[in-house]
């Protein structure tokens, strides 16, 4: 069984998903919890069987799909992907389980089903053009949830969210194309397997092309400023589960991308565009928390709070050295959670309010203590407060951007003083001052559905700030591969010492090859 | 050895998740007694630990790995040094003393269990800041007391005024906590480690530049915590919280973790002389600025805090010119006697339901004889009076500057003193002497509750008797620290420095008596004067910063998103989708199912394509001819 | 005068012109055969021509192949014209709008 666990992964949840609409609509709850425990379960023991010591690929699966253009079924998972699956898991399970009551309840249950199949496809195929397909069939279940259980705006909200990302991801289909050619002018076979494409050393002019058609592909995902006012829209009109699992997975697929295909494929591209790219973050750290600042509906107060923290995600990629790629991934993980409590926290006092206007709010702090306190914790945690799991991100990403730059490492730290400014004046507008408007006076507090899914969260929010150890090791050496990787593989000398080598033997004689 | 470091460090944690069990239910006198009594644990622990370094043995204990990645290795380590230990005792002692006050002064309050769970996780980071063998434990404790002030100074959350300086005194550190952050950075990028004693040993062989970058953002966090100019404003605006929260935060402990991280980096900031001159300017600049400010004050929490940054200052000259023990030596003095003065005022603030104006007091001693004894003692503490804490590191700081030739920071901090006496006194006499003005108000004070009296009486000791622990201090800190003692040449020198300032403290506290024991009179003609306003309104400064960076910093944010967001990027975007859009509205009428207008467009197709054709066949059959032009044109 | 290639190939031209005319101007579907037909017929005159000029039988056997096509697709477009008629009473082209865009 743990030969096929990952196809398992990925297509329990379809199987079920089709189950699903033969159960009866009482008992679709219960049905959709009990799916998805089982599917964290099988995640979690894909963890305990990962064997954290090996940096490359593990629970390899290879089926050919068309052999004449080299495209198969290949899957595989390491210390990267490995965090990313038992996040999707674990979302998707705290999701349903805290679900309010909502209309057509067995739609929902089975779209997030195929969601949740798509999510574990996308981070566990080794093989382009799977990796393509799960990556764009995640849009369908995402544009069903908002365009189906939306706001108001949710037509506009879903398709532009649809048809943005698609049009990026074709940009990025083009590039997995000219990939394919390439490898196979180089030689004489077609292949879509990322791990032949890792041993393939493309000339320069031809990676800055190739990392451009990936990049816009990734960063509408991610999505990186410019191309970020998508996301807004999409978390302002979706459901609150649908913003979690948006914010929480379908962001870090681009990122994810990042350090899966651009940073291996491309190394001398991402040395030429570290720059443009850290200062696009930072940009993006600064530019958005400062909207983020300006906001009066504390959803998209975290919408924003999301773009901002991704900027910090992508420098810590582009840092392009262990420390900084290992808390850019770490970062994923720690936003998933915090970003994804809380919206959960904002769907709270949705559901009981009906309103997100924080000026609707006020006090709220004596009428909801523990309400408040989850959130203070939350609001705390993606501050970036040490002990905290988001700090280890935060902290590992910027110093390994430090050994780049040291200017724009001190302008992308602006995000913990802008991050300070956002995060407490929403705090003090919604829970602090005096209760004013009368029906703020008898909110309930917190029950414990949602108790269920925003315990676990702080849990492991103040678990892993305290003693990362457990993820952060199996991450750091799978970096640690690629990294090595893409030392070895980059073609100009600025690219080689830009990227450190590890091998400290090597030194020598990978310097010798440089000049 | 281990597990006393141990009971020192977690009983405070232990005591804040006690209390904090109980944080949803009423008021229950175990959420404070047990905290307490937890302190107190770990304060014996920390004599314990205090007894063990006086005899030399020091200890250094990893606790658990926290971030490995990389060549980076960060452990929960921590370390039981000369310095560390004073710290402790400082902290459990005052803290302790400070819960079993607040025990009494909390009483009434309905957030009693809450109250005491924040503070005694602030101990714990504070512990953890102090402790900590590496930077990067540092920062912990760093961000972990900058979280529990925040919620200490808002602790009082329905009052619009506390919230704001809470998010003041956060965002405000947060700034600073950039240049630690860098500072450490910088260290680990330089010396590949955060270990004290690793990085420390490293710094020597690195060149000068590199170091004074790294001393300059470390000293930029501590500007922060330690509310240096211009990182000031918030100190006097977390006044907001309650007194004990003053005591223990804003004066005794968190405030002086910057001075803690300078003397810690003492073997840093000795290679970087420079960088060390700035900090002593600074800090007697401070200093002055602070006990300007202080003068004409009419709030009497936010007159306590201009002295206590005014202290502050003289830590940092003395650190900053490289006599770190003495800088150390009148933190230690200065907890006691500002946390017994805050103290005080805690209880004549309880005695005149809440009154801060001492305007408004007046002839108290009468009714609060402890408190009135107490905070005089404190005041001649604070003012440097022979024989008490303050005469000893205060002369100490002076001294150390006049012996290092620096006379400029010298007198600035001579004149400072004179400046310290004469608004300590004023304050005093504001609130225990003259007639009893309060009685217009129809106010009845009555003494605080005997406990906390009780509970404050070891500061008032330790503030008369410090001084003559300097000694045994000495020779123990000098251990790690650099063991200069600052002799003045010549002895006649030496006495008329001494005598000279004592007679100068002496003519201020006598001024300050004279002016306001008697009758205080409003002086209307002084309080329109220019200077007056300046120091009244703390040089404007606190208006500037809300003029020209809150407000610009909320327009801009608004413009960013109202008019670039959603007007030129979302816009951009939308024009993108709504150009495709209308090319389909446009050209759908080319497929409007007339088979006629069909043909039509057909004939036309053809016709383009067969002049595309002819024009292709002409190119062909000229090719030579046309790139012989091209050629041509070219050169 | 002797006539040469160029004289049916301008023939030709002429013819296409004349159907190419008549399927942009006339509205009447009946008419509109006609000058499909004239156009086919345009090019079959192209095709003997210069099948005779290069002694080729290719270009003649081509025009019978279009003879052939051209007879079965007016016999099919006849009857839908018809079927038409019958429908709407009327086989002017500008009623055939139901493909409207």
């Given at each position: 069984m743990l030969d096929h666990i990952l196809s398992i992964l990925i297509f329990f949840p379809l199987l079920a998903a089709m189950l699903g609409f033969v159960v009866n609509k009482d008992s679709i709850r219960a049905y959709g919890i009990t799916v998805t425990t089982v599917e964290f379960i099988l995640s979690l023991w894909l963890w305990y069987a990962?064997?954290?010591?090996?940096s490359g690929m593990q629970f390899m699966e290879n089926i050919e799909l068309i052999p004449a253009f080299g495209i198969a079924y290949i899957l595989g998972i390491d210390g990267i992907s490995l965090f990313i699956i038992v996040l999707s898991t674990f979302i998707t399970m705290i999701g349903i389980a805290s679900l309010?009551?909502?209309?057509?309840v067995k739609n929902m249950i089975i779209t997030l089903l195929v969601l949740e199949m798509t999510m574990v496809g996308v981070f566990a195929s080794l093989d382009a053009i799977l990796f393509y397909v799960f990556w764009e069939l995640s849009l369908v279940p995402m544009l069903y949830i908002i365009g189906a259980w939306?706001?108001?705006?949710r037509i506009y909200a879903s398709v532009k969210f649809f048809l943005y990302t698609f049009a990026g991801s074709l940009v990025m289909l083009v590039g997995m194309l000219f990939m394919a050619y390439f490898y196979y002018q180089a030689t004489g076979e077609w292949s879509f397997s990322l791990l032949e494409w890792y041993r393939l050393i493309l000339p320069e002019s031809f990676q800055y092309w190739l990392f451009a058609a990936f990049f816009v592909g990734f960063a509408i995902k991610v999505p990186m400023f410019p191309f970020h006012t998508w996301l807004p829209y999409a978390h302002g009109q979706a459901p609150t589960i649908g913003s979690v699992i948006l914010a929480a997975v379908l962001l870090k697929m681009g990122t994810y991308a990042f350090v899966r295909f651009s940073l291996p494929l491309f190394p001398d591209a991402a040395v030429f565009f570290m720059m443009p790219i850290a200062i696009i973050a930072v940009i993006m750290i600064i530019y958005t928390a400062m909207v983020a600042y300006a906001q009066e509906d504390i959803k998209q107060v975290v919408a924003y709070s999301s773009v901002s923290h991704m900027g910090v995600i992508i420098l810590g990629t582009f840092a392009l050295n262990v420390e900084g790629i290992s808390g850019s991934v770490f970062l994923m993980i720690a936003h998933g959670v915090v970003s994804g409590a809380l919206f959960l926290l904002v769907g709270v006092i949705y559901d009981r309010r009906h309103t997100k206007l924080?000026?609707?709010?006020?006090?709220?702090a004596s009428v909801m203590p523990r309400y408040a306190t989850i959130f203070g914790i939350m609001m705390m945690a993606s501050v970036g407060l040490?002990?905290?799991?988001?700090f280890v991100g935060e902290f590992l990403s910027l110093l390994g951007f430090y050994q780049q730059s040291h200017m724009i490492t001190l302008l992308a730290g602006v995000a913990i003083i802008v991050g300070a400014i956002y995060m407490l004046s929403s705090y003090k507008k919604a829970?602090?001052?005096?209760?004013?408007?009368?029906?703020?006076?008898n909110l309930p507090d917190v029950n414990k559905r949602e108790l269920v899914a925003l315990i676990p969260l702080v849990i492991i929010t103040i678990w892993l700030g305290v003693y990362p150890k457990p993820i952060l090791e199996p991450i750091n050496n799978s970096v640690e591969s690629i990294v090595q990787l893409m030392h070895d593989k980059a073609v100009t000398p600025e690219a080689k010492s830009a990227i450190p080598n590890l091998i400290k033997d090597d030194k020598l004689s990978s310097n010798m090859e440089a000049h | 050895m281990e597990m006393l470091l141990y009971i020192a460090l977690f009983s405070p944690l232990v005591g804040s998740l006690f209390a904090a069990l109980f944080?949803?239910?009423?008021?229950?006198l175990i959420a404070g007694v047990v905290p307490s009594a937890l302190l107190f644990t770990s304060f014996v622990a920390s004599t314990l630990l205090l007894i063990q370094v006086l005899q030399g043995n020091t200890i250094n204990v990893e606790l658990m790995t926290w971030m490995a990645t990389g060549n980076l290795y960060i452990p929960f380590g921590f370390v039981i040094d000369q310095i560390s230990v004073t710290m402790m005792m400082v902290v459990t002692l005052v803290s302790t003393i400070v819960h079993i006050y607040s025990i009494g002064y909390m009483d009434?309050?309905?957030s009693f269990n809450r109250f005491f769970s924040w503070l005694s996780a602030f101990v714990f980071s504070m512990m953890v800041l102090v402790m900590s063998d590496n930077f990067a434990g540092l920062f912990i404790g760093w961000e972990g007391v900058g979280l529990c002030s925040w919620a200490l100074i808002g602790f009082?959350?329905?009052k619009e005024s506390a919230t704001w300086a809470a998010n003041e005194a956060f965002i405000m550190n947060r700034i600073a906590d950039l240049g630690m952050l860098i500072g450490i950075f910088l260290v680990y990028w330089n010396?590949?480690?955060?270990?004290y004693a690793e990085a420390f040993a490293i710094m020597?062989?690195?060149?000068n530049s590199t170091l004074t970058m790294i001393g300059i953002f470390l000293f930029i966090g501590a500007m922060g915590k330690s509310a240096q100019?211009?990182?000031?404003?918030w100190l006097a605006d977390?006044?907001?919280?309650p007194t004990p929260v003053s005591a223990l935060i804003?004066?005794?402990t968190m405030v002086t973790a910057g001075v803690y991280l300078i003397v810690r980096s003492n073997e840093l900031y000795d290679l970087i002389p420079n960088v060390g001159l700035f900090i002593a300017s600074l800090g007697a600049f401070v200093a002055m600025f602070a006990a300007s400010m202080a003068?004409?004050?009419?709030d009497m929490k936010r007159i306590i805090a201009y002295s206590t940054l005014s202290q502050l200052g003289y830590m940092f000259a003395a650190a900053g010119l490289g006599a770190y023990w003495v800088a150390l030596f009148h933190l230690v003095a200065h907890a006691f006697f500002k946390a017994l003065l805050f103290l005080g005022a805690g209880n004549v603030m309880h005695a005149m339901s809440?009154?801060?104006?001492?305007?408004?007091?007046?002839?108290l001693r009468k009714v609060m004889k402890g408190t009135f004894i107490m905070m005089t003692l404190a005041s001649v503490a604070l003012a440097g009076l022979?024989?008490?804490a303050g005469f000893f590191s205060k002369d100490l700081i002076l001294e150390a500057a006049f012996a290092e030739h620096h006379f400029i920071i010298y007198s600035v901090l001579l004149f400072t003193a004179g400046l310290t006496a004469f608004y300590s006194f004023r304050l005093v006499a504001l609130i225990f002497?003259?007639?009893?003005?309060?009685k217009i108000f129809g106010i009845h004070p009555h003494e605080a509750y005997k406990f906390m009296l009780v509970a404050m009486s070891p500061l008032a000791i330790l503030a008369v008797i410090?001084?003559?622990?300097k000694m045994t201090y000495f020779e123990m800190v000098t251990n790690l620290l650099p063991a200069t003692e600052y002799h003045i040449h010549s002895h006649t020198t030496y006495w008329i420095m001494t005598i000279g300032t004592q007679l100068f403290v002496g003519l201020a506290i006598a001024f300050a008596y004279k002016k306001y024991?008697?009758?205080?009179?409003?002086d209307k003609e002084f309080e329109k004067r220019f200077c007056y306003k300046v120091l009244f309104n703390q040089y404007y400064i606190p208006h500037f910063y809300d003029e020209y960076i809150v407000k610009p910093y909320r327009e801009l944010s608004y413009i960013f998103w109202?008019?670039?967001?959603?007007?030129i990027v979302d816009a951009t975007v939308d024009f993108i989708g709504t150009s495709l859009y209308k090319t389909g509205e446009v050209t759908?009428?080319?497929?409007?199912?007339?088979l006629s207008t069909m043909l039509k467009w057909m004939v036309a197709g053809l016709a383009v394509l067969l002049v595309l054709a002819a024009m292709f066949t002409l190119v062909a059959t000229n090719a030579d001819f046309l790139l012989s032009v091209y050629h041509d044109l070219g050169a | 005068m002797e006539i040469t290639l160029t004289h049916y190939l301008v023939l030709s031209t002429i013819l296409f012109s004349i159907g190419l005319v008549g399927i942009m101007r006339r509205k009447n579907l009946l008419m509109l055969f006609f000058a499909t037909e004239i156009l086919l017929n345009a090019v079959n005159v192209g095709l003997a021509a210069i099948s005779h000029y290069y002694n080729d039988l290719t270009g003649q056997l081509f025009a019978f192949f279009i003879i052939a096509i051209a007879a079965s697709e007016i016999a099919v477009g006849l009857g839908l014209l018809i079927v038409w008629y019958k429908r709407t009473g009327s086989i002017d082209l500008d009623t055939l709008t139901s493909m409207k865009g």
């Open positions: 990962y064997d954290s010591s090996v309010t009551d909502t209309k057509r939306g706001g108001p705006l924080m000026s609707e709010f006020g006090g709220l040490p002990l905290t799991i988001n829970f602090f001052g005096e209760v004013t408007k009368e029906e703020n006076k | 944080t949803a239910q009423k008021k229950t009434h309050d309905k009082w959350y329905h010396t590949g480690t955060l270990q020597p062989t690195l060149d100019f211009p990182l000031h404003t977390a006044m907001e919280g804003h004066a005794a003068l004409v004050n009419r809440d009154e801060l104006d001492p305007f408004k007091m007046g002839g022979f024989p008490l002497h003259g007639e009893e003005r309060y410090a001084g003559s622990l024991i008697g009758k205080v009179k409003e109202k008019q670039i967001d959603l007007k759908r009428g080319v497929q409007n199912g007339n | -």
